[in-house]
């Protein structure tokens, strides 16, 4: 008797459909910065490396906000690092995902020529020349339309590459409102609420609009944690950011998009505004990066548990790993994929040692 006729002769098919694929394998990936010095054999041992401790796929940082390693048409090349990688990668038997920035621009001619795209904090100080914490906080306003453009045309362009995988957004967000709190020493800040230079979304675009809804300008608020409208506003220029311009670019070159978003989106409403929740993704990469919010892999659980029940879409957990000690390593990916998670992946391939490749390998294999 044909398997077919065995399963319905016993009552069994109309079991097996609706249990088939609801155990997925994890998708484990890797954070990376490219070399250009190193050869396209170097790269071949290491993907082969990696695809044999259990990695689905490479996420390489192709574009920070100054230069390319593709061949773009439209921002200053570095190299053409992807279209060299990808063939490799692919004989390894790893997705790539090209990982870019959104927001920070730290191009010459945009800072020249085009100023009012930069974000503006509730002190009335442009990200263009009084950029928070960091000189390479140079952060452009999600709301402008220009903007929106921009961003959207470096997705496209990503997205038109021929085998890549997907298009991975990183810094989709507002300036940092409130940092992680092991940070604050770094910087000599404490952030026990939203400070005015780090309270962001204030250019002149957004409070006119505002103002023509709601009849106020925001800037005249004396406590604007207090006014969810005014939130809501800056969290959905975002949201309409990511859904109207950058997911239809990059389905529209069939690629995946996915984006490295804060821990929550409980927490990254409120630290980065960022609800992407919202977000109409393949798959989600939340930071959980627990050691920056002095707390313990259980953290790291929790915050996967909370992404899960957010988004329909896979979430991978995003791990800082080069503090970690070997028990906490194995202690942390274990909480991630406890937590729900459909894989995790690790930043960043510099801080993945042989050492640690090899416990990985035990860990997502169990």
Known sequence: MERREFLKATGLAAMAVPFAGLVQPKKHYV???????????????????????????????????SSALWGSTRLPVRGPWLERAIPVAAR???????????????????IRDHPDWYNVNAKGESAVNKPAY??????????????????????RELAAVPGLTGVHL???????????????????????KVYPPYDYGYTELSRNAFKSTHGV?????????SQPEWLEYRLKTVVDLVNTFLVPAAKAGGKQISAAVFPGPSLARTMVRQDWGRFALD???PMLYHTFYQAGPEWVKQYTEEATR???????????IDPLSAADFTRTVEMALDGGAAGVSLFDLGALSDERRKLFARVAGR
């Open 310 to 320: 957010t988004v329909k879409a896979p979430v991978c957990s995003g791990l800082f």
């Open 283 to 285: 798959t989600f990469f």
């Open 170 to 192: 990183d810094y989709i967000r507002h300036p940092d409102a409130i940092l992680p709190s092991d940070l604050w020493a770094k910087y000599g800040i404490v952030q026990d």
């Open 92 to 110: 390894a038997g790893l997705e790539v995902h090209a990982w870019m920035w959104c927001m920070p621009c730290l191009l010459p001619s945009v």
């Open 134 to 155: 960091v000189d390479y906080y140079k952060f452009l306003d999600p709301a402008h339309p220009d903007v929106r453009v921009f961003v959207r045309d470096t997705v």
């Open 217 to 225: 300008d925001p800037m005249t608020f004396k406590n604007p944690e």
């Open 31 to 65: 954070w990376m910065r490219p070399s250009l010095t190193r050869s396209d054999d170097e790269w071949a041992r290491q993907f082969d490396q990696l695809k044999a401790a259990g990695f689905a796929g490479i996420i390489p940082e192709v574009y920070n906000g």
